[in-house]
């Protein structure tokens, strides 16, 4: 089995390791947003409030991280989580999966809103959304976002 963890930061070389393994369906989003899918990641990484690398045997094989708050109508801060995932995270599900759902849980204790939107033909994260606590709300209509992409939104509230 392999090893599977995050450090707080960005590793270096983490931004070009992670944007050349980077899945295909993520990077064609990345490309709708930006020139390069390094542009995406570092751009996502500066409007970040926490950065993590996610390691899979040492490698980094992911980098995610969660927003600035946005504050909105009731006074509850907003953050949006992302996450840019490589093949090679994808090849060790269980690890990856049980990985992903702890540090989900992580932040659902420290933050009171998470909420972003994600590629309607991305399944695979819809359903990874799904199985770390995340409502995928896809039986909403689309939201047409940057460059003709669809999207549905997710969120997850502390309860």
Do not use: K
């Amino acid at each position: 089995m392999s090893s599977v963890r995050s450090v707080e930061g960005v590793l270096d070389g983490a931004v070009e390791a992670v944007a050349t393994g980077l899945r295909e369906l993520e990077r064609i989003d990345f490309l709708r947003q930006f020139p390069t899918v390094e542009e995406a990641i570092r751009a996502s990484i500066q409007a970040s409030e926490e950065v993590w690398t996610g390691l899979v045997d040492g490698a980094p094989s992911a980098i995610w991280g969660v927003s600035h708050p946005v504050w909105v109508g009731v006074g509850v801060p907003i953050r949006a989580p992302w996450l840019a995932l490589t093949d090679r995270a994808t090849e060790n599900p269980i690890a990856t999966l049980r990985h992903a759902r702890d540090m989900a849980e992580r932040l659902r204790g420290q933050y009171p809103v998470l909420h972003n939107w994600v590629p309607v033909e991305d399944e695979p994260a819809r359903a990874l959304l799904r199985f770390v606590g995340f409502r995928v709300l896809d039986d909403s209509e689309p939201y047409e976002g940057a460059n003709g992409g669809l999207y549905f939104p997710f969120t997850m509230v502390r309860t």
